[in-house]
């Protein structure tokens, strides 16, 4: 008798965030669920023949279709007229998600599944052996973008995917943290509570890829908030409906110093190179006014933003 939807003994590597991630969303989902995982880490530690940790219904799709598959898997239920009894989620990593995936991602999205993907962002490919994606943030060292005399490593900025799934009109888009799970975990609740495609990307620090102690992963996952370096954000229908603030933001080296994969800035000519990430965490404060006593700016910020351009609601689209 199955007793546990996400069971211990699976071989993730120790202090793995994507593990905790997924137990927590699978906690809260409960039993009547399908899921398709696309391939990746989590596909691999959780389901070595002949075993397996999940203890819902699980497919292994292909590294770039597993929002594709959930999508079958959702037509099928909803003709069987099953979609009140069973939910349908697609999860992958950011290369299945943000890179290889993007186009199944957005054909979901735009055909309108009741389905909710789950992006786990370790911000690089870490089961082939820790090479870019396009959600490596700047300035990151991994096998692809490498440092050297010439590089600083990734020379490019992560992709905005909940903008670019808040561009698509889906009802519901969020961001979270392993570091917060009571509100990731009242995130992937809400979510579900919501028909139509939603999308929420978690935070989950890799200690092989990062380069990072096993036993600082709630640490790091609790920085990268404090620093503003990633936005815990929640959207409807298009419309930014929370943030999560901060009292009193730190400053980025607190967070990088604690990584190998940024071990190459610590040094006399990387200094520029930390105040430009630094730039990066103030910009994101001030545009989503992550501070605490920041919430005239998000006022201002939603307001210029909506009276531009008519966001329409899933119910509103469902009568044209």
Same mark, same amino acid.
């Given at each position: 008798?199955?007793?546990?939807?996400?069971?211990?003994?699976?071989?993730?590597?120790?202090?793995?965030?994507?593990? @905790?991630?997924?137990?927590?969303?699978?906690?809260? =989902?409960? *039993?009547? $669920? /399908?899921?398709?995982?696309?391939?990746?880490?989590?596909?691999?530690? =959780?389901?070595?023949?002949? %075993? #397996?940790?999940?203890?819902?219904?699980?497919?292994?799709?292909?590294?770039?279709?597993?929002?594709?598959?959930?999508?079958?898997?959702?037509?099928?239920?909803? /003709?069987?007229?099953?979609?009140?009894? $069973?939910?349908?989620?697609?999860?992958?990593?950011?290369?299945?998600?943000?890179?290889?995936?993007?186009? #199944?991602? #957005?054909?979901?999205?735009?055909?309108?599944?009741?389905?909710?993907?789950?992006?786990?962002?370790?911000?690089?490919?870490?089961?082939? &052996?820790?090479?870019?994606?396009?959600?490596?943030?700047?300035?990151?060292?991994?096998?692809?973008?490498? #440092?050297?005399?010439?590089?600083?490593?990734?020379?490019?900025?992560?992709?905005?995917?909940?903008?670019?799934?808040?561009?698509?009109?889906?009802?519901?888009?969020? =961001?979270?943290?392993?570091?917060?799970?009571?509100? @990731?975990?009242?995130?992937?609740?809400?979510?579900?509570?919501?028909? &139509?495609?939603?999308?929420?990307?978690?935070?989950?620090?890799?200690?092989?890829?990062?380069?990072?102690? *096993?036993? @600082?992963?709630?640490?790091?996952?609790?920085?990268?908030?404090?620093?503003?370096?990633?936005?815990?954000?929640?959207?409807?229908?298009?419309?930014?409906?929370?943030?999560?603030?901060?009292?009193?933001?730190?400053?980025?080296?607190?967070?990088?110093?604690?990584?190998?994969?940024?071990?190459?800035?610590?040094? %006399?000519?990387?200094?520029?190179?930390?105040?430009?990430?630094?730039?990066?965490?103030?910009?994101?404060?001030?545009?989503?006014? @992550?501070?605490?006593?920041?919430?005239?700016?998000?006022?201002?910020?939603?307001?210029?933003?909506? =009276?531009?351009?008519?966001?329409?609601?899933?119910?509103?689209?469902?009568?044209?």
């Amino acid at each position: 008798m199955v007793t546990e939807l996400f069971s211990s003994g699976h071989t993730a590597c120790a202090g793995c965030g994507q593990a @905790l991630g997924a137990r927590l969303v699978v906690e809260t =989902t409960g *039993p009547n $669920v /399908i899921i398709a995982n696309a391939t990746g880490c989590l596909e691999v530690f =959780t389901s070595r023949y002949p %075993e #397996s940790a999940w203890g819902v219904p699980w497919i292994h799709s292909l590294f770039q279709n597993a929002a594709a598959v959930a999508s079958g898997v959702e037509a099928a239920l909803r /003709i069987k007229g099953k979609l009140d009894k $069973v939910r349908v989620i697609s999860q992958g990593g950011d290369g299945a998600t943000a890179d290889i995936g993007m186009a #199944s991602l #957005s054909g979901m999205f735009d055909r309108g599944h009741d389905i909710l993907y789950v992006c786990y962002d370790n911000e690089a490919y870490m089961n082939t &052996g820790v090479q870019r994606s396009g959600l490596t943030p700047f300035d990151s060292r991994t096998t692809t973008s490498p #440092s050297g005399k010439k590089s600083f490593g990734n020379p490019r900025p992560k992709k905005n995917i909940p903008e670019i799934a808040n561009a698509h009109n889906v009802p519901y888009v969020a =961001t979270a943290s392993i570091a917060f799970p009571k509100d @990731l975990q009242k995130k992937v609740k809400k979510a579900l509570s919501i028909r &139509g495609p939603k999308y929420i990307q978690i935070f989950v620090p890799c200690p092989l890829g990062w380069r990072h102690d *096993p036993g @600082l992963t709630y640490e790091i996952a609790k920085l990268v908030v404090e620093t503003g370096l990633y936005p815990i954000l929640e959207y409807q229908d298009g419309k930014l409906i929370s943030v999560k603030t901060i009292e009193a933001a730190k400053p980025v080296d607190e967070y990088l110093k604690l990584q190998g994969r940024y071990a190459h800035l610590f040094t %006399e000519r990387g200094k520029g190179e930390i105040a430009k990430i630094q730039a990066i965490a103030d910009s994101n404060i001030k545009k989503y006014g @992550l501070l605490k006593g920041g919430k005239e700016v998000r006022e201002k910020m939603v307001a210029e933003k909506f =009276t531009e351009e008519k966001i329409f609601t899933t119910a509103e689209l469902s009568k044209c």
